[in-house]
Structures are given as C-alpha cells and as structure tokens.
C-alpha cells in the first residue's frame, strides 16, 4: 500500500513540475511548416545543463527509503518529422547528448558525445549520403596483441594469398566481346573452336530447306513472338491472348471501407525534464514505524522547491519522492 501511495505521489509530482519546464506539442503540421521547424532547431551537441539546487530527496534504494542528496540536471529531448521521410531527433542528458537529422531524399548525418567510465568524452560524427556509411571518432584504437602464427597457419596464409594474386592477375585482363556479326570468334585454341564448331552446328539445326538461312527462322519466330503481344487493328478476338495494361496497374487501389490516410502531415515536440543523480546516500529516512510520515517530508521537500524556484535558483522541477 505505502509502495501505491509514493508511485501516485511521485506521479502528481511529475505532471507538476512538466508544467514548470518547457514544452513544445505540435501535430498535423504541413510538410513544409514541419521541415522549416526541423531547420530552426539547435543541434549542438550540449550535455543537459546542472540545475542549482540543494532540496533533499527521499528514494528507494531497493526496498527501504533513503535520505539521498542528488545533483540535478535538466533533461531535453526533441522529435520531428516532415511526413515526407525526413526527420530530426536528439536528446540532451547528463554526461550524453545526441541528434540525428535524415532528409526526405535519403541524406542521413548523426552525431552523439559522452562520457566514459575513465572520464574521456568521446565524439562520434556519422552519415551516409547515398554511397555507404561513414564514421569519424575519437575513440581509442586497441590493437591486437601480436601473436606468432604457427607453422600450419602460415602455410594456409601463403597458400591463399598465393591463390589470390593469381586471381586477381587473371581479373586484371579485360575479356574481349566473344560474339562478331552474330558469330561467336572468341578463341583461337581448341576450346574455342570446339565452341564455334558447337555454335555453327546449332544454327545448322534451324535450317529447314537448302536456302533458308537459319537467321531467316530464328527472325521468324521473333516475329511471331512479338506479334503476340501487339494489339493488332480489327476484330479484338484477334488479340486474343495479347498482353492488355491495366488502368490501376501500379497503383494502389484501397478496399472497399478501407478509410484514406490523407495528404502527409508531420509533427514536432520537444520538452524539458529534471532527473537527478544520487550523490551521497545518507541512510534511511524513517525508521519502519513511521513510514507513513513520507507524506511529510514530500510537502516539505515540495514547497522548499517551489520557493527555489521563485528565487531563481532552479529552472526545472524535480522527483522528490519515486
């Protein structure tokens, strides 16, 4: 039960302190309005900025409430798309920021910075502008500690680089066009002319009658083929079998009830939010007995914040209780 009551406690004081942030909504934007809102916005690359501010905290730190001091950063994150294939996207957190930007024509280009474990901030820019993805980085190169191969691994090295340059000689040299006037030259060796020899004597087997040329068949029967498929004036019982276009071909013909989507319309948010990180647990806020006093500490914490904020200390809200 207590558990229920800080979840709908922390849940007021959620939507109480997104009211206090920035916020932007907007919805059914024409694509034009949604592209133009997409350029206006700032994709520098900022960490979420720390708020001033010394209000306790009261969280759970498994299964017991723990007086905690945190440090306090306004959040941000913001979406945008175009209805068009475009689209921009980013967020700004403590210690990461990232935005990605694709235009309706494919373009895509991204970037993120954050902060490892050792205290280094690493930067990655990347994009792909039609020929392939690219990436540039700070990140540190750990090469691979160099191992000397046994004997039987270097003989399968040498063994394929040896096939390999063999390969690749033989792709170095360009192919000639096999095929003169019709009649497959390529070739002065025995395969070669073991294949002309095969190419003639399958023209042979067109041959109907001394004087027909086998060409004259094969001609005919292209003839034929494509008679086949053409729309011949007269009588339409004539085309029967002819390939006949549908009117719809190609295009998407909804169902019957089926309800339109429409023109395509796009959209843009973006919002600020505080979320905190625990830098020092000073142990359990209220021995088992009085846990019901929570509803306490959060009113208390909740109206020292709002004086900070009506000082100008704070620009953001705060979770005092989650």
């Given at each position: 039960?207590?558990?229920?009551?800080l979840a709908?406690?922390?849940?007021?004081?959620?939507?109480?302190?997104?009211?206090?942030?920035?916020?932007?909504?907007?919805?059914d934007?024409?694509?034009n309005?949604?592209?133009?809102?997409?350029?206006?916005?700032?994709?520098t690359?900022?960490?979420?900025?720390?708020?001033?501010?010394?209000?306790?905290?009261v969280?759970?730190?498994?299964?017991?409430?723990?007086?905690?001091?945190?440090?306090?950063?306004?959040?941000?994150?913001?979406h945008?798309?175009?209805?068009?294939?475009?689209?921009?996207?980013?967020y700004?957190i403590?210690?990461?920021?990232?935005?990605?930007q694709?235009?309706?024509?494919?373009?895509?280009?991204?970037?993120?910075?954050?902060i490892?474990?050792?205290?280094?901030?690493?930067?990655?820019?990347?994009?792909?502008?039609?020929?392939?993805?690219?990436?540039t980085?700070?990140?540190?190169?750990?090469?691979p500690?160099?191992?000397?191969?046994?004997p039987a691994?270097?003989?399968?090295k040498?063994?394929?680089?040896k096939?390999?340059?063999?390969?690749?000689?033989?792709n170095?040299?360009?192919?000639?066009?096999?095929?003169?006037?019709?009649?497959?030259?390529?070739?002065?060796?025995?395969?070669?002319q073991?294949?002309?020899?095969?190419?003639?004597?399958?023209q042979?087997?067109?041959?109907?009658a001394?004087?027909?040329?086998?060409?004259h068949?094969?001609?005919?029967a292209?003839?034929?083929?494509?008679?086949?498929?053409?729309?011949?004036?007269?009588?339409?019982?004539?085309?029967?079998?002819?390939y006949?276009?549908?009117?719809?071909?190609?295009?998407y013909?909804?169902?019957?009830?089926?309800?339109?989507?429409?023109?395509?319309?796009?959209?843009?948010?973006?919002?600020?939010y505080?979320?905190?990180?625990?830098t020092?647990?000073?142990?359990?806020?209220?021995?088992?007995?009085?846990?019901?006093?929570?509803?306490n500490?959060?009113?208390?914490?909740?109206?020292r914040f709002?004086?900070?904020?009506?000082?100008?200390?704070?620009?953001?809200?705060q979770?005092?209780?989650?």
């Open positions: 039960m207590m558990r229920q009551y709908l406690v922390a849940l007021i004081g959620f939507f109480h302190h997104q009211s206090l942030a920035e916020e932007t909504r907007l919805l934007l024409e694509p309005d949604a592209q133009n809102l997409i350029e206006q916005q700032d994709q690359l900022k960490y979420a900025p720390k708020i001033e501010s010394d209000v306790p905290a969280r759970f730190l498994g299964e017991e409430p723990h007086n905690v001091l945190e440090d306090i950063y306004l959040a941000k994150q913001y945008g798309q175009d209805g068009l294939g475009g689209y921009l996207y980013g700004q403590p210690h990461i920021a990232k935005n990605e694709k235009k309706p024509s494919g373009d895509l280009k991204g970037a993120y910075n954050y490892n474990g050792a205290g280094q901030e690493i930067k990655v820019e990347y994009w792909d502008n039609g020929n392939g993805f690219h990436q980085d700070n990140i540190p190169q750990i090469l500690k160099q191992v000397e191969d046994s691994v270097q003989a399968a040498e063994t394929f680089l096939r390999w340059h063999e390969e690749a000689e033989r170095s040299h360009p192919v000639p066009y096999p095929y003169v006037n019709g009649q497959y030259t390529a070739g002065s060796g025995p395969q070669g073991q294949i002309q020899g095969a190419a003639s004597g399958q042979n087997s067109y041959s109907q001394p004087g027909v040329a086998a060409a068949v094969v001609q005919g292209t003839s034929a083929q494509q008679d086949s498929y053409a729309q011949a004036p007269g009588n339409p019982e004539d085309n029967e079998g002819a006949k276009p549908d009117d719809n071909e190609g295009k013909v909804p169902e019957e009830g089926e309800e339109s989507t429409g023109p395509p319309k796009g959209f843009f948010y973006a919002f600020d505080p979320t905190g990180i625990i020092q647990d000073q142990g359990r806020a209220l021995p088992v007995e009085k846990s019901g006093d929570l509803k500490v959060y009113e208390e914490n909740k109206q709002e004086r900070q904020l009506g000082q100008g200390k704070a620009t953001g809200g979770y005092l209780i989650n």
